[in-house]
């Protein structure tokens, strides 16, 4: 009888734990399944934390940043082109390496007007520079689906998560961006 009572709860163990990995899964973003790392995880999730609390993305009028015409994106009354509050709080936060970024969409572009990413060259912020057209994380934001994973980022490789970011009818205005230097 004492093995019984041992073999169900090893069985009841097994099933629990698999349950547990099964709904982990589950509340992944679609496509992070099995690479989301949990650093580019938890920084996402506090990225789109503190923009929502700001109120919902818009896109209204345009601003330079970077030197490239741009829409100018917003969440609620706050204007986050060319303010980087929320993308070094994210870069601070996790203090070892995260970059952070909120991409505006223009036409089929998607331009940096807030980044914590540098340039190439090291002389400041990649704003106004634009998301690879041929990269990974495009294929998917187009189709509305996150993309977490390895990507090159002006050349630079880096493990990155990238989420499409809605307007109140649905439509993709803009990405959220975080990742860290590989």
């Known amino acids: 009888m004492k093995n019984l009572l041992m073999n169900i709860k090893s069985f009841l163990v097994v099933m629990l734990t698999a ?3 099964m709904g982990m899964s589950m509340l992944m973003p679609a496509g992070a399944v099995g690479t989301a790392d949990p650093r580019v995880a938890t ?3 506090s990225l789109k934390a503190m923009a929502a609390k700001l109120g919902p993305p818009r896109l209204e009028g ?3 940043v970077g030197g490239k015409d741009a829409p ?4 609620g009354s706050t204007k986050i082109n060319n303010n980087f509050e929320l ?11 995260m970059t952070a970024t909120f991409f505006a969409k223009s036409g089929s572009e998607y331009i940096r007007v807030s980044t914590s990413v540098p340039k190439p060259d090291g002389s400041g912020r990649a704003v ?10 495009i294929a998917e934001i187009k189709q509305g689906k996150p993309f977490y ?3 090159k980022i002006l050349g630079t490789p880096y ?11 649905g439509k993709i205005i803009g990405i959220y961006y975080v990742g860290y230097k590989k």
């Open 43 to 45: 920084s996402m999730a």
């Open 19 to 21: 349950g547990c990995v």
């Open 128 to 137: 106004g520079t634009i998301l690879d057209p041929a990269g990974k994380a």
């Open 87 to 97: 993308v070094d709080a994210i870069s601070k936060e996790d203090g070892k390496g």
């Open 159 to 169: 493990i990155t998560g990238y989420e499409p970011m809605m307007d109140k009818a």
């Open 149 to 151: 994973g390895e990507v």
């Open 62 to 64: 345009h601003e330079a």
């Open 72 to 75: 100018a994106l917003y969440f």
